[in-house]
């Protein structure tokens, strides 16, 4: 059994985990810590566990084997060495941390400490994600030479009463996120569309506050890719009824993904018409559940140590693009972490 102590409800999934916690025979809730003590200490009664208020307490148990990381995005670096250093293996909502510099040092860490860390980038298991994966490795799209993705919702759209939406307000709060849409809701696209479209070189993103809630409600980003491929990254906070799309264009087909709906046309299958796929290849486990086999039986993870940095890098270089004006070359980024010593 694995004993775990869970850090924080701050987060919208928090509750998601403890679910998934919950569900897996191998895994047992000891205690909860909460840097809202009273939100803490509800959630530890509902759970029927110990509130422990000192952090420190919490990681120096020796009957804690892990944590679970939903705390404001600002705590994770401090927390996650904090626990890594204390022996812990560390399960973390995305992202992992501001800057691809405190990645590097995290995952340094870790690896120093001989802990295991995952962070939930729960897309990259899902059965359409490895359809598209499959599309591109087969070349049955040709040379990629697009690939948009889109994930929107109404979460900062003023309900009837005037309020900010149904989103937490300190999902505003750009100090505990670091931002807004694109760092949180946008992380989903940002690591599919690197993924499908391999090494991204630069960008140019907007990230727009239409709402003035102090952080992006509504943004996009321009990636280009080493291969040639661009790729278009849409997310925002003010979108009723926007599905998930996933679109992959090439020079011998296009894959078209609006949520459960797949069609594929491609000049090397069927005469170049319209295939709407009927069986997928099945999900891979979820994040959680590979941080678990990882830990008991040292398998290797499906979600990588460079999906993880990659998302911060892509988000940190579109900030300074939205800052400053400009495209961004992302060895901007990348060279000065070397100057640090960092990479």
Same mark, same amino acid.
């Given at each position: ?210 709402? %003035? =809630?102090?952080?992006?409600?509504? +943004?996009?980003? /321009?990636?280009?890719? $080493? !291969? ?5 990254? @849409? ?74 940095? %990659? =998302?911060?890098?892509?988000?940190? +270089?579109?900030? /300074?693009?939205?800052? $400053? !004006? ?5 060895? @901007? ?11």
């Amino acid at each position: 059994m694995i004993y775990v102590a869970l850090l924080s409800r701050w987060h919208v999934h928090a509750d998601d985990y403890e679910r998934e916690i919950r569900e897996n025979k191998h895994l047992s809730v000891q205690l909860v810590w909460d840097e809202d003590i009273e939100r803490g200490r509800k959630w530890a009664e509902e759970l029927g566990v110990p509130f422990e208020q000192d952090l420190q307490s919490v990681l120096a148990n020796p009957s804690i084997d892990a944590i679970v990381v939903n705390t404001p995005t600002n705590l994770h670096k401090e927390i996650i060495l904090a626990a890594a250093k204390n022996k812990k293996h560390i399960f973390t909502e995305k992202v992992l941390a501001f800057s691809v510099k405190d990645c590097e040092e995290i995952f340094d860490t870790v690896k120093a400490h001989g802990v295991n860390l995952m962070v939930s980038l729960p897309r990259l298991t899902m059965d359409y994600y490895l359809y598209a994966q499959k599309v591109v490795d087969k070349g049955w799209l040709g040379k990629l030479t697009m690939v948009r993705c889109r994930l929107a919702h109404n979460g900062a759209v003023p309900n009837k009463g005037g309020t900010q939406g149904w989103l937490p307000e300190r999902f505003f709060d750009k100090e505990q996120c670091g931002g807004g849409s694109l760092i949180d809701l946008g992380a989903h696209p940002i690591y599919l569309t690197n993924r499908l479209a391999g090494k991204a070189q630069a960008l140019h993103a907007r990230l727009q506050q239409t709402n %003035n =809630l102090g952080v992006d409600d509504n +943004a996009v980003v /321009l990636l280009e890719y $080493e !291969s040639g491929a661009l790729g278009v990254i @849409e997310t925002s906070f003010l979108s009723n009824g926007s599905p998930f799309q996933l679109e992959l264009y090439g020079t011998e087909g296009t894959l078209l993904i609006e949520n459960e709906q797949i069609r594929l046309k491609s000049s090397q299958l069927e005469e170049g018409e319209w295939i709407n796929p009927v069986e997928l290849k099945p999900s891979l486990p979820m994040p959680l559940e590979q941080w678990v086999a990882i830990i008991k039986d040292g398998t290797v993870s499906t979600i990588t140590k460079e999906d993880v940095i %990659n =998302l911060t890098l892509i988000n940190e +270089a579109a900030a /300074l693009s939205h800052k $400053e !004006s400009r495209r961004i070359e992302l060895k @901007e980024i990348v060279e000065k972490c070397i100057v640090n010593n960092v990479l």
